[in-house]
């Protein structure tokens, strides 16, 4: 088995760290960041022996897959540049910053036939899996209705540590509309695994409530509605002064409802149909149901136990070498990537225009140009 050379950019790809170490015939080469300080302490961290601060010159070495994770306005032109180079492209969220870039990193990937991966990775979580499995076996009958939130306040990293404007208070906090939306879309759309969003419409409080300097909303809630009719309602609220709640989704179906815990002492609930005291509809804890975990999952490996966003960060990793190993496509593909990226962006246009819905392209292979247009 040929070895796999991984090359990191950005200081958040050590997060993939632990996950490349356990797989065996692949290794982590290569690091570059534009801070040597950085650069040099992950590299002495994790014995790193190739160290670059030009991107450029990563790509130029023997290495054969990349992770980006660089703020998110370089995303596509670092994806491309490894592509063109024939690397494989495990990329941070968002996919990127404009719809025209989406359309570029499709053409690229399509061009030169590497693996690329969107490494969304609140679809890996245990909870969001067995809901996935339950959802597979049959057991919601026919999903309708799905939740999604990414309640985080982030407005702090506007400005870095040395006081200086950071990348986020333009691409992020600088921008209208759900800007950040894949990590309420990743898990939703893993149980809508074969449908597609058609259209959004987006409403936002404006941003004149809190931080008015930082343009993004305080809150926004975009409703998306699916190719099949379902509908999911995406909320993200990343400059509302509260608790963290990163990870509350719901699914309801004609059979069955989930909801996640939404803090103390909460915890993750369902209700399926057949299941339990036949006269009453209750709730009853997810974990019952724990034997439909998949395999990977029941007995997870001490790296993953150990790894980010409760062992999805190890299993994003893992399906990203199997993509490049087996040369089929990743769930969270380039299609995916774009798709749940455009959200975020028609968001902003939606938002704009008090809340208009806004049909997304169907950015899949081959598709009429009709469908690849956006209509307000
Ligand atoms: N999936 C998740 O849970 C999650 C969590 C946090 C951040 N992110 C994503 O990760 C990405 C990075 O976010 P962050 O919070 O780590 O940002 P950051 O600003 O803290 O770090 C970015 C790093 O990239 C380096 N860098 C910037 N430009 C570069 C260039 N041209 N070449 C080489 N290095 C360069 C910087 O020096 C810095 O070390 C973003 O896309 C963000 O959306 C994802």
Not at 324 to 348: D, K, M, Q
Request: one cysteine or more; a negative charge.
């Amino acid at each position: 088995m040929k070895t796999i050379k991984v090359g990191i950019v950005g200081a958040r790809g050590r997060s993939t760290l632990a996950g490349f170490r356990a797989i065996e015939g692949v290794e982590v080469t290569a690091i570059c960041d534009l801070n040597e300080e950085v650069l040099n302490q992950i590299g002495d961290m994790a014995n790193i022996p190739k160290r670059y601060r030009v991107y450029e010159d990563m790509l130029e070495s023997d290495i054969d897959a990349v992770v980006i994770a660089t703020p998110m306005q370089l995303h596509v032109p670092q994806a491309v540049a490894a592509m063109e180079a024939g690397k494989h492209v495990l990329s941070e969220v968002t996919a990127g910053v404009t719809m025209d870039e989406l359309w570029w990193l499709i053409e690229a990937k399509e061009k030169y036939n590497v693996t690329y991966m969107m490494a969304e990775n609140y679809c890996y979580t245990p909870a969001v899996q067995l809901v996935g499995a339950l959802r597979r076996a049959g057991l919601f009958g026919e999903p309708f209705y799905a939740e999604g939130e990414y309640l985080h306040d982030i407005s702090h990293l506007a400005v870095y540590n040395n006081g200086k404007t950071s990348w986020r208070s333009y691409w992020q906090l600088g921008k209208r509309g759900s800007f950040y939306p894949t990590h309420s879309l990743g898990p939703v759309m893993h149980w809508f695994i074969g449908d597609r969003i058609a259209e959004i419409s987006c409403f936002g409080t404006g941003g004149q409530f809190f931080r008015p300097e930082l343009r993004q909303d305080e809150l926004t809630v975009t409703m998306c509605q699916m190719a099949s009719g379902a509908l999911a309602k995406i909320t993200v609220a990343c400059k509302a002064p509260r608790p963290h709640n990163m990870h509350a989704y719901l699914l309801q179906g004609t059979k069955g409802c989930y909801e996640a815990p939404r803090g103390l002492g909460d915890d993750h609930k369902i209700w399926l149909e057949g299941f339990g005291d036949p006269d009453k509809v209750e709730w009853q804890s997810l974990w019952n149901f724990k034997e439909y975990l998949p395999e990977r999952y029941k007995n997870p490996p001490k790296e993953a136990e150990k790894a980010g966003h409760q062992g999805g960060d190890y299993f994003l990793v893992q399906d990203f070498i199997d993509a490049i190993r087996t040369g089929e496509e990743p769930f969270c593909n380039v299609y995916r990537a774009a798709e749940w990226t455009a959200v975020g962006l028609l968001s902003e246009i939606s938002v704009q225009n008090g809340g208009r819905a806004v049909s997304v392209p169907n950015f899949r292979k081959n598709m009429p140009r009709g469908e690849k247009i956006v209509r307000l």
